[in-house]
T-cell receptor, first 115, second 115 residues
Framework: NAGVTQTPKFQVLKTGQSMTLQCAQDMNHNSMYWYRQDPGMGLRLIYYSASEGTTDKGEVPNGYNVSRLNKREFSLRLESAAPSQTSVYFC??????????????FGDGTRLSIL | GNSVTQMEGPVTLSEEAFLTINCTYTATGYPSLFWYVQYPGEGLQLLLKATKADDKGSNKGFEATYRKETTSFHLEKGSVQVSDSAVYFCALTGGMGYNFNKFYFGSGTKLNVKP
């Protein structure tokens, strides 16, 4: 039972390079999310997708774009990487059901360093 | 708006000590509440949840009770083990007039358990 799968697990980029982080879930969840986690900052929401075909900005969207490719996949793109984007990135998914209050499920993260 | 506040860490305890990590929240209506645990180098895993007032969530010896009158959801364990060393996050979703697909997380509390 894979759950939420993120690729790659580690990446080093140079300033100005572009990259796409991939995320896929096999739980038939409607909603998907991208967070970044910095030391001492907890989790900050970058973008989310409430359902297939929709995306919305979170707290810290600047410098990122997202694509909800289909119900399973939600990618995060850095068009021109900056050292301030060095972080651990987590993808999560949830049923998005307003009745049953189900939790989010997280991937193992992508550790991204920008030099 | 909605928010979650949890106690600052790190919390350092000896094995078999009693654990309390405080969590309070601000939300309209009736949110669902969660505790997540993050072990080093891993993603967040759901530890327990509660969906309505007075519910008690429990898992692996951890417990938390949804207290609407004090807007709290404190995490407790009677006897901690070294293997409980991790970062613990309190979170909420839902609530009246609230985008149900969004989750709010506390800043995390690091627990260190010494043998």
């Amino acid at each position: 039972n894979a759950g939420v799968t993120q690729t790659p697990k580690f990446q080093v980029l140079k300033t100005g390079q572009s990259m796409t982080l991939q995320c896929a879930q096999d739980m038939n969840h409607n909603s998907m999310y991208w967070y970044r986690q910095d030391p001492g900052m907890g989790l900050r929401l970058i973008y989310y997708s409430a359902s297939e075909g929709t995306t919305d900005k979170g707290e810290v969207p600047n410098g990122y774009n997202v694509s909800r490719l289909n119900k399973r996949e939600f990618s995060l793109r850095l068009e021109s990487a900056a050292p301030s984007q060095t972080s651990v990135y987590f993808c999560a998914s949830s049923e998005g059901d307003r009745v049953n209050n189900q939790p989010q499920h997280f991937g193992d993260g992508t550790r991204l360093s920008i030099l | 708006g909605n928010s979650v506040t949890q106690m600052e860490g790190p919390v350092t305890l000896s094995e078999e000590a009693f654990l309390t990590i405080n969590c309070t929240y601000t939300a309209t209506g009736y949110p669902s509440l969660f505790w997540y645990v993050q072990y080093p180098g891993e993603g967040l895993q759901l530890l327990l949840k509660a969906t309505k007032a007075d519910d008690k969530g429990s898992n692996k010896g951890f417990e938390a009770t949804y207290r609407k009158e004090t807007t709290s959801f404190h995490l407790e364990k009677g006897s901690v083990q070294v293997s409980d060393s991790a970062v613990y996050f309190c979170a909420l979703t839902g609530g009246m007039g609230y985008n149900f697909n969004k989750f709010y997380f506390g800043s995390g509390t690091k627990l260190n358990v010494k043998p």
